[in-house]
């Protein structure tokens, strides 16, 4: 199956949204965090995943990882990482409707509701909420767009540096064993991590396909942007026949840009 883009055009219609996904708020979700604290422990610099944003993310990134080992929790009175930067709330940092890049050049993204993250995991591949997993606060905004195309970003803040970092590699990870765990519908795909340089924090981005049936799929980008205790993640959901855009240039990589712009 070719993926979709609408790189040409607007979207064809259908259904983008994620699928939503009952909350397991167990111990599976506490050891997905504290199987990595020991990151945290090393300098509480966030390390980016492998990849480049000048290489388009490629579908067939499934073979299982086992997150970092066990962790080390920070001593009591050990004073902790802080994000850098103003102490704006969540809310702020979201993108408006034409701060979102589009799908293509015509196309125009309209702003939805913002609200409090629910309780299912953002995105495809992800197993919990960002809450469950150690934010302090996360918001939500939501877009629609042309031809059934769906988006949204949260924003979400941490106690400090270090949980950040432990979760970006919770997120990572999830995207290593998505394909063993996820079936949102046939021949589905994991495309391979890309990295978005920035002036500073990380960023990065993949995109999961599968199939709606006849020549049409399913498509949706999902990008993190993070910065000191701060971190956006993004989603953008659309059908079509593929998705084929210049290398570096995935309408997601660019959302993952403008979401870094506000973490600072």
């Known amino acids: ?17 994620t699928r939503p996904r009952p909350r397991r708020t167990s111990a599976l979700a506490v050891a997905a965090v504290a199987g990595l604290t020991v990151l945290g422990g090393c300098g509480g610099t966030s390390t980016q995943p492998s990849g480049s944003a000048d290489s388009p993310s490629q579908p067939g990134s499934s073979n299982p990882a086992t997150p970092s080992p066990s962790p ?29 890049p589009g799908l293509n050049a015509d196309f125009t993204w309209h702003q939805g509701r913002t609200h409090r993250a629910g309780a299912d995991g953002f995105g495809t591949c992800q197993q919990f909420d960002l809450t469950t997993i150690g934010a302090s606060r996360v918001v939500q905004r939501d877009f629609t767009g042309p031809g059934g195309s769906t988006a949204a970003e949260q924003v979400a803040t941490f106690p400090d540096q270090m949980t950040a970092v432990r979760v970006e590699k919770v997120l ?19 495309g391979k991590v890309a990295t978005v340089p920035l002036p500073a ?12 049936g006849g020549d049409q799929g399913h498509f949706q ?4 942007a993070a ?22 240039q995935d309408p997601i990589a660019a959302g993952v840009r403008a979401a870094a712009g506000l973490l600072g």
């Open 227 to 248: 910065n000191g205790s701060t971190m956006a993640l993004l989603t953008m959901d659309n059908d079509g026949q593929d998705r084929n855009y210049p290398a570096g």
């Open 221 to 224: 980008g999902f990008g993190v």
């Open 1 to 17: 199956m070719r993926r979709p883009s609408p790189a040409t055009g607007s979207p064809r219609p259908g259904s983008a949204r």
């Open 172 to 190: 990572e990870s999830w995207h290593r064993t998505c394909a063993a765990r996820v079936n949102p519908g046939a021949n589905f795909r994991v």
């Open 201 to 212: 924090g990380s960023g990065w981005w993949y995109v999961t396909s599968w199939s709606k």
């Open 72 to 100: 080390t929790t920070t001593p009591s009175g050990t004073p902790s990482s802080t994000a850098t930067g103003s102490t704006r709330g969540p809310a702020s940092r979201l993108l408006s409707a034409g701060g979102l």
